[in-house]
């Protein structure tokens, strides 16, 4: 059986990557994709994530514009990291398809239908808004799995804070304090594994003719930025962590806890994970502290090159 879900991403280089593996995942229904603004503004994240439907000849599936600010705090978007177009600087031709402007409706719609999940790859404002906005319908939700946060990892922000929380910290911590939707985050400890190697982009640009030229035009940026940033050879793609974790529990581990976060201070944007149970409160999300990135890896490469797998076995082997 398939499940019904809806990506809030905010595309973003590592974003269309995990539109790439959602499209290529007969387990989803996708409802549809909300636009939260985070590495750009909105409008420009849901222009690349109808750059990503076109390409894989999806235009059938909604792309909403949904907020375009965080709650409290002024936006601070990642163009640095993900180029000013929000994918690598390559402006790929923009898809002339209509774009819908009420994401947190098509959310709470959504919701009321039953089964539905999210997953979140963004800032977490679409889905505050959506909570603050009618918090009965929004608890309908089955599950969400966020990108986000950090707990023993150190943070990509500051010394304690992952970019999408540390962007929106306040709607973080409206979903930890009052959602009942049961909440997995995919923080820095899991996907800071997932690399995307010079090896692993060589061989995509040797298997993956169109497809593969757009992972390889758009990682370019990125790649360089990782260089630059912290001299890691290739780019570590968090966000199709969370849509595999999503399909395939096994490819992480975890516990529960009581989680926290801080909205202002030094340590704005670090995800408070009680594992101490220092404040005896009941625990409202599962932090994934392991990954067999080997596995997400293949999971990764056949979903999207299903006819090489020869090659990409040939090359995981020297992945670990
Ligand atoms: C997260 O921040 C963004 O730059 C990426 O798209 C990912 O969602 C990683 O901290
Ligand atoms: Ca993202």
């Not at 603004?37 to 894989?56: E, H, W, Y």
Request: charged fraction near 25%; proline fraction near 3%; hydrophobic fraction near 40%.
């Amino acid at each position: 059986m398939k499940r019904k879900v809806i990506i809030d991403c905010d595309p973003g280089i590592d974003d269309s990557l995990a539109l790439l593996l959602a499209l290529n995942s007969p387990e989803l229904e996708i409802m549809g994709i909300t636009i939260v603004s985070g590495n750009v503004p909105a409008k420009q994240g849901a222009k690349n994530a109808l750059k990503v439907l076109k390409l894989m000849k999806r235009e059938d599936i909604k792309v909403y514009i949904g907020e375009s600010l965080p709650l409290v705090r002024e936006l601070v978007t990642a163009q640095d990291t993900h180029g000013e177009d929000g994918l690598g600087e390559t402006n790929y031709e923009e898809a002339d398809i209509e774009i819908n402007y009420n994401g947190v409706d098509f959310i709470l719609d959504s919701a009321k239908e039953g089964d539905v999940s999210i997953i979140a790859l963004g800032p977490l404002t679409n889905l505050a808004k959506a909570l603050e906005k009618d918090e009965a319908s929004f608890n309908k939700l089955q599950e969400i799995v966020s990108m986000g946060g950090a707990f023993k990892s150190h943070g990509n922000c500051s010394q304690v804070a992952e970019f999408n929380y540390w962007v929106d910290p306040h709607s973080v911590k409206n979903v930890f304090d009052k959602s009942k939707v049961p909440f997995s985050m995919v923080g820095l400890d899991v996907t800071r594994e997932i690399v995307l190697t010079p090896n692993l982009i060589e061989l995509i640009n040797q298997i993956g003719g169109n497809l593969g030229k757009f992972i390889v035009d758009i990682t370019r940026f990125y790649v360089d930025f990782h260089w630059k940033q912290e001299r890691t050879l290739g780019c570590v793609i968090n966000d199709p962590l969370a849509v595999a974790y999503f399909i395939d529990r096994s490819l992480c581990e975890g516990f529960t806890s009581y989680l926290d976060m801080v909205v202002d201070g030094i340590a704005m944007g670090q995800t408070l994970v009680d594992v101490g149970e220092f404040y005896r409160k009941e625990h409202n999300g599962l932090v994934l502290t392991k990954v067999n990135s080997k596995k997400f890896m293949e999971m990764f490469l056949y979903r999207l090159f299903p006819d090489n797998k020869k090659d990409i076995d040939l090359v995981l082997k020297y992945y670990n």
